[in-house]
């Protein structure tokens, strides 16, 4: 049964992420042309200057990406489902109904982090083949909230179409977008590094929250 | 179950970030412009003289209440303000029965501030080690930038690779003069915009202190050896003309010291109840005198010495909250907590919650009885939902905004 959620989850999917990972590639060569750029204008060393001393962030086109993954990926996934209420159907499928929501945010959670890690992964060469490994780890750990970002994205996207009642949804949009807020504003190096378990902790209460719109969705509440 | 645990993940998020925007609006609505006082001493009354706002309007006062205009203040404050004096025609020649030059005026104008989130801050770990005897005079950013790990190594930046030469020959060096590997902690000023480079002041592996530079590409290191117990916590350095001290050291016991040019000794500066962790450190220094400035949140404490570093005076001053007193009041009946994930005192994000405020526990019991009138909270069903009444008595209009919008329906 979860093989065949599996691949109805994959089908509504896959064209989002492909096109999510197309960005972060183009983001990718965008960065590694602006830096070769910058090597070329201001000198190895001055533009070293700029980011070690600076601590300007080089790759901050990526600050929004992930919370777009998140919310593309949300929208093609549960789009489909709310309009026509299909997702009635789907959660009257031979499985618990909390099952198969977290199942299906468990999909697309993983997506959205597979994106992330590939594209943190590219990031992290072109990082590697111009600066030394110290620029790299404040690279991971100054990205990291934006994935975490991604992920709250991702969930709020889910409990804002889940969740049948208006009011609801726009007090949802309201809370999820004051955590990304949080977790965006400050994209500066290294800012979150003692922080970072707290701050995930928080972003899986988050993903967990979805059940309680589902469960009301499933019952057809009005108010 | 789940479902049910689920609606209280959301309410804790509702509460959470409540205690995030309420108070923030809160602040913006009625926070008030708090200005510190700029606190001078003049060397023509051998007093302090503070400028503050009064009435939206600026003056000057001294400790006696006496009130000065800008006109009047520039006269008592002649280090500070030579420029407009020369031009005025109005700078006096001597003081005090000596006789001043305005190059040496000049260059005894100091001025170091220390704020609490400079120390440690976030960031990478590597600094450029400038030539501080460049032959052209002029200081230009190295092609190699440093780090510290089992040795000092120098990481070439256009072929991001380590200079195996220079790096040896200073690890050699600094293990000559006892140093531990790694450098733990760095201070100096990674810029090429100063009058001249002294390098960096490092705190081994061990605690030890050492001072290094670069001269004619050759390590000069020196291990400063402090006093018995000494822990340095932070280090302000700055390169000044006056070439008398090469800056600010804070230790863990939050003491202030200069360390000096002659035989790198340490000076010890007044202060009152500085910590470093919290308050802000202001230094200056002019001809005459030396003040250092502690600067806490609803206080301000300065101490004079003169250049022989005895205590002249001292002057201590509140500042105003940044709420009136009503708007205060109503904050603290209002909100039993806030958070913020960024405060002033650091760089690093998280969640800093503010002390708990029992005075808001009034309102949270009103809005907890309250709920009895609510109709799914009535009878039998209340008591049921006992955490959302514990829920509200905490987190008080936090949590009750989030029990009035995710409602307890029948689970």
Redesign the interface.
């Known amino acids: 049964m979860f093989k065949a959620l599996f691949f109805k989850e994959w089908l509504k999917i896959r064209w989002a992420g492909l096109i999510m990972l197309g960005l972060f590639f183009l983001a990718a060569a965008k960065t590694a042309l602006n830096i070769s750029y910058g090597i070329r204008i201001l ?7 700029e ?3 600076k ?1 300007i962030p080089f790759f901050n086109d990526y600050l929004y990406l992930p919370v777009l993954t998140g919310i593309v990926i949300g929208i093609a996934q549960f789009f489909p489902e709310v309009t026509e209420s299909r997702l009635k159907l789907t959660l009257h499928l031979p499985l618990k109904e ?1 099952n198969i929501l977290l199942y299906m945010a468990f999909i697309g959670a993983s997506a959205v982090l597979l994106i992330s890690a590939i594209s943190l992964f590219v990031m992290g060469l072109i990082s590697l ?4 490994s ?2 790299l780890w ?1 690279m991971v750990s100054t990205s990291l ?1 934006w994935v975490l970002a991604g992920l709250t994205g991702y969930f709020g996207t889910i409990a804002v179409f889940v969740e049948p009642i208006w ?2 949804r726009i ?1 949802f949009i ?2 999820f977008i ?2 990304i807020q ?1 977790l965006l504003e ?1 994209s ?8 970072l378990p ?1 701050f995930t902790i ?1 972003t899986l ?2 993903s ?5 719109s589902g ?2 969705f499933r ?1 057809g ?1 009005l108010k | 179950m ?2 049910k ?3 209280i ?2 309410l ?3 509460v ?2 409540a205690a ?2 309420l108070p923030h609006y809160y602040r913006i609505s009625f926070g008030k412009r708090v200005v510190n006082p700029m606190i001078n001493f003049s060397p023509v009354t051998k007093g302090f003289l503070i400028g503050s706002y009064a009435n939206n309007k600026f003056q000057w006062k001294d400790t006696n209440g006496h009130i000065y205009n800008r006109e009047e203040a520039d006269n008592l404050l002649p280090f500070s303000n030579y420029r407009l004096l020369l031009a005025k025609g109005l700078m006096p020649d001597s003081l005090q029965g000596k006789k001043i030059n305005i190059d040496t005026l000049r260059y005894n104008n100091l001025f170091m501030r220390l704020r609490p989130k400079e120390i440690d801050p ?7 080690l400038f030539e501080s005897k460049p032959a052209r005079l002029k200081l230009t ?5 440093v ?1 510290f790990n089992t040795r000092m190594e120098f ?1 070439n ?2 072929e ?1 690779r380590v200079e195996e030469e220079i790096s040896k020959r200073f690890t050699t060096a600094l293990t000559e003069q006892g140093f531990t590997f790694p450098g733990v902690k760095y201070f100096g000023n ?2 090429t915009r100063k009058a001249f480079d002294e390098g960096y002041f490092v705190v081994d592996a061990a605690g030890k202190f050492f001072h290094i530079k670069k001269i004619r590409g050759k390590p000069y290191c020196k291990n400063i050896v402090l006093p018995d117990g000494f822990s340095v916590r932070h280090m302000v350095v700055y390169e000044n003309a006056l070439q008398e001290f090469y800056g600010l050291l804070v230790n863990d016991k939050n003491e202030v010291f200069l360390l000096l040019y002659d035989q790198y000794k340490l000076q010890k500066l007044p202060t009152e109840n500085y910590d470093a962790k919290k308050d802000q450190l202001v230094f200056r220094g002019d001809l005459f005198y030396r003040l250092t400035t502690v600067i806490k949140d609803r206080k301000i404490i300065s101490t004079a010495v003169n250049r022989k570093y005895q205590k002249i005076a001292a002057y201590k001053q509140e500042i105003p909250a940044s709420f009136g007193e009503t708007a205060a009041i109503v904050h603290h009946y209002l909100f039993p907590f806030t958070l913020q ?2 405060i002033k005192t650091t ?5 800093y919650f503010s002390d708990y405020s029992f005075t808001a526990l009034w309102l949270n019991i009103i809005l907890m009885f309250s709920m009895f009138f609510l109709k799914r909270y009535k009878g039998r069903a209340g008591l049921n939902r006992w955490y959302d009444f514990l829920l509200v008595l905490i987190s008080g209009i936090f949590g009750f905004i989030g029990i009035l ?2 409602e307890n ?1 029948d ?1």
């Not at chain 1, 000198?43 to 200057?49: D, E, R, V």
């Not at chain 1, 967990?208 to 309680?212: D, R, S, T």
Request: proline content about 7%; overall charge positive.
């Open positions: 000198g190895a060393n001055n533009f070293w200057g980011i070690i001393l601590n909390n083949t111009y600066f030394p110290e620029v404040a909230p009011f609801k007090f309201v809370v004051s955590f949080a400050p500066h190096l290294n800012f979150f590094q003692h922080s707290q928080v209460l988050f967990i929250a979805i059940l309680f469960h009301r019952k509440v | 789940m479902v645990l689920s609606r993940f959301i804790i998020l509702v959470l970030m995030v925007t976030p960031g990478i770990k590597m600094f450029p950013m190295p092609k190699d930038f780090r990481v930046a256009r991001n990674p810029s994930f960024g760089y690093f994000q998280d969640f919008i995710y329906t689970l």
